[in-house]
T-cell receptor, first 112, second 113 residues
Framework: GESVGLHLPTLSVQEGDNSIINCAYS??????FIWYKQESGKGPQFIID?????DKRQGQRVTVLLNKTVKHLSLQIAATQPGDSAVYFC???????????FGAGTRLFVKA | SAVISQKPSRDICQRGTSLTIQCQVD?????MFWYRQQPGQSLTLIAT?????????ESGFVIDKFPISRPNLTFSTLTVSNMSPEDSSIYLC??????????FGQGTRLTVV
């Protein structure tokens, strides 16, 4: 079936390094792709989104890249900090709808 | 950004009973949703809570098991009916305005014994 999933379930990086979290999706009919961060015991928190007609968008310390040819989405976090340790989900909003469909998640560990 | 409050934050329930989870948003939102999240897993959409009408359920979820109400733009309830241990999970309420950002409550951690 249609899905939004991730290549790596866990990622461990050194503090100060850059992190790259990847996501593969199968449904081409999506208007937006979104990244969420979920800390332990909390609900997901919006990080950044990208419209399907874009290939790159930058935020504060984060960059999202979208490659529609290979149906791949990535989140880059610059100068990763201990506070970035969390689970990161990619998600999508499909064309004509408003509901957010979540991918499998990657747990990011930041080593001090 | 909207703030979403859920009650209860956690509960331990006997099998066969029902639990109603409340979700309050501090401002009007266009859409409200209910998700389920098993420990260590992603979020699965249960349904879209529609104001003043029946919720729209995703495949695998039915109204008899998960009745949902949304009497106004800022409040919704999810009932987990006739619970079994398989219903043990975290249930999350979400609200969305006219953009792509969904806001989430802290979740309700349900354990069925």
């Amino acid at each position: 079936g249609e899905s939004v999933g991730l290549h790596l379930p866990t990622l461990s990086v050194q503090e100060g390094d850059n992190s790259i979290i990847n996501c593969a999706y199968s449904n081409s009919a999506s208007d937006y792709f979104i990244w969420y961060k979920q800390e332990s015991g909390k609900g997901p928190q919006f990080i950044i989104d990208i419209r399907s007609n874009m290939d790159k968008r930058q935020g504060q310390r984060v960059t999202v890249l979208l490659n529609k040819t290979v149906k791949h989405l990535s989140l880059q976090i610059a100068a990763t900090q201990p506070g970035d340790s969390a689970v990161y989900f990619c998600a999508e909003i499909r064309t004509g709808g408003f509901k957010t469909i979540f991918g499998a998640g990657t747990r990011l560990f930041v080593k001090a | 950004s909207a703030v979403i409050s859920q009650k209860p934050s956690r509960d331990i329930c006997q099998r066969g009973t029902s639990l109603t989870i409340q979700c309050q948003v501090d401002s009007q939102v266009t859409m409200m949703f209910w998700y389920r999240q098993q420990p260590g897993q992603s979020l699965t959409l249960i349904a879209t809570a529609n104001q003043g009408s029946e919720a729209t359920y995703e495949s695998g979820f039915v109204i008899d098991k998960f009745p949902i109400s949304r009497p106004n733009l800022t409040f919704s309830t999810l009932t987990v009916s006739n619970m079994s241990p398989e219903d043990s999970s975290i249930y999350l309420c979400s609200g969305m305005g006219w953009d792509t950002e969904a806001f989430f409550g802290q979740g309700t951690r349900l354990t069925v014994v």
